[in-house]
């Protein structure tokens, strides 16, 4: 069984602080994503990243895949709180349909 | 612009009642995924169609059953509820599945409530 696992699980910082967010597995992903939920809403995709090593930037996010491709890390700089949410990690196997999604972790970011 | 479409948003039931969540897309996608998200668990997969016609299980899919009525539409049923089954429902679709750049695009969610 694939298993995604995030960390921290809670994280509370204030505005303009740095904060990263770490997503690992013991399985090889072809693919891994990043989403972002707000309370009452579906995820909705930030990013995917492909190619093990690859780093991609988003405004103040940045993102990259573990050179195995098993884990992935989220790195956002100077924190906003509107960037508060409940972040998600998503692996897709190769060959299959099924995407595993993370444990997740849910950032507040005080104003 | 709808996207994915669930209904009901909400909904209570009593132990041992059925019920169908359905969705559907507008978006022409070929895949459609059914997940439940539970404090501390992220989503989980029950059921997923790749294409119109098919059907496989996911992570969690005891207690539950899939429909997939065409290629908008995908309705997950709970024959008999439980208090197990009280979650967040979330239906997906994508265009196409297995690739690595398929995205999913999510319905808003449809809480349910056994008692």
């Known amino acids: 069984t694939q298993l995604l696992e995030q960390s921290p699980q809670f994280l509370s910082i204030q505005e303009g602080e740095n904060l990263t967010v770490y997503c690992n597995s013991s399985?090889?992903?072809?693919?891994l994503q990043w989403y972002r939920q707000e309370p009452g809403e579906g995820p909705v995709l930030l990013v995917t990243?492909?190619?093990?090593?690859e780093v991609k930037k988003l405004k103040r996010l940045t993102f990259q895949f573990g050179d195995a491709r098993k884990d992935s890390s989220l790195h956002i700089t100077a924190a906003q709180p509107g960037d508060t949410g409940l972040y998600l990690c998503?692996?897709?196997?190769?060959?299959?349909?099924?995407?595993?999604f993370g444990t997740g972790t849910r950032l507040k970011v005080l104003a | 612009n709808a996207g994915v479409t669930q209904t009901p948003k909400f909904q209570v039931l009593k132990t041992g009642q059925s019920m169908t969540l359905q969705c559907a897309q507008d978006?022409?996608?070929?895949?459609m995924y059914w997940y439940r998200q539970d404090p501390g668990m992220g989503l989980r997969l029950i059921y997923y169609?790749?294409?119109?016609?098919?059907?496989d299980k996911g992570e969690v899919p005891n207690g539950y059953n899939v429909s997939r009525l065409n290629k908008r539409e995908f309705s997950l049923r709970l024959e008999s509820a439980a208090p197990s089954q009280t979650s967040v429902y979330f239906c997906?679709?994508?265009?196409?599945?297995?690739?690595?750049?398929?995205?999913?695009?999510f319905g808003a969610g449809s809480r349910l409530t056994v008692l």
């Open positions: 997906a679709s994508s265009e196409m599945a297995g690739s690595g750049a398929n995205v999913l695009t």
């Open positions: 399985s090889v992903f072809s693919s």
């Open positions: 990243v492909v190619t093990g090593g």
């Open positions: 998503a692996g897709a196997d190769s060959g299959t349909y099924k995407y595993i």
């Open positions: 978006m022409n996608h070929n895949s």
């Open positions: 169609s790749a294409s119109e016609g098919t059907t």
